[in-house]
């Protein structure tokens, strides 16, 4: 599996874009690049998921670079309700099948 | 239901007793995954379902930890001679297929107290 490096935490005011990068140097020719959000007492959410490129959705773009080394999650004007984990996964289509998190990204967004 | 269904939502157990924690996974989904979680953590994997089989058990810490999915919908995880180590939210997700391409939902989770 894939394994991905990402900052362990980021503190943004209120209207302002977030920008997280992952890092996965080792991601493999079927891998997709996941985003899960987790807020206190919950489960993780899906967010946005991409092979290359660019995807948008309406809570979230994912941009990732022609190598796929690594990915960035973008959160348009972030409001406190973002403040939560995020956590950047390489899901592979074949083979092992279980989703892999790190320790996640702790985003808090400040007034 | 719509959503994943975990209960109980709490648990409180003495040391060295037995407890079963139940996942009522999305109507449909034949892939479901368990997961425990401690306080500052990263959901770490136990065991992921395709079906009825255990496609992948490796997370599983020891043998004191199993579980089933007779019917391919509902399982259980059960957790023999509990130690205070297991405190954890226990997580449990279901996905459609199980690819890395299809989205996960996951439950609230069962917090075990272990005491």
């Known amino acids: 599996l894939a394994k991905t490096t990402q900052p362990v935490s980021m503190d943004s005011y209120e209207g302002q874009e977030v920008n997280i990068t992952c890092s996965h140097n080792?991601?493999?020719?079927?891998?997709?690049i996941t985003w899960y959000q987790q807020f206190p007492s919950q489960g993780p959410r899906f967010i946005i998921q991409g092979y290359k490129t660019k995807v948008t959705n309406e809570v979230a773009s994912l941009f990732i670079p022609a190598d796929r080394k690594s990915s960035t999650l973008s959160l348009p004007r972030v409001s406190l309700s973002d403040t939560a984990v995020y956590y950047c996964?390489?899901?592979?289509?074949?083979?092992?099948?279980?989703?892999?998190f790190g320790t996640g990204t702790r985003l808090t967004v400040i007034p | 239901g719509a959503g994943v269904s975990q209960t109980p939502s709490n648990k409180v157990t003495e040391k060295g007793k037995y407890v079963e924690l139940r996942c009522d996974p999305i109507?449909?989904?034949?892939?479901l995954y368990w997961y425990r979680q401690s306080l500052g953590q990263g959901p770490e994997f136990l065991i992921y379902f395709q079906g009825t089989g255990a496609a992948d058990d490796s997370g599983l810490p020891n043998d004191r930890f199993f579980a089933v999915r007779p019917e391919g919908s509902v399982s259980t995880l059960k957790i023999q001679r509990t130690e205070r180590g297991d405190s954890a939210v226990y997580l449990c997700a279901s996905s459609l297929r199980g690819l890395g391409s299809t989205e996960a939902f996951f439950g609230q989770g069962t917090r075990l107290t272990v005491v």
């Open positions: 080792n991601i493999a020719t079927n891998d997709y």
């Open positions: 109507s449909g989904h034949t892939a």
């Open positions: 996964l390489v899901v592979g289509q074949t083979g092992a099948n279980n989703l892999f």
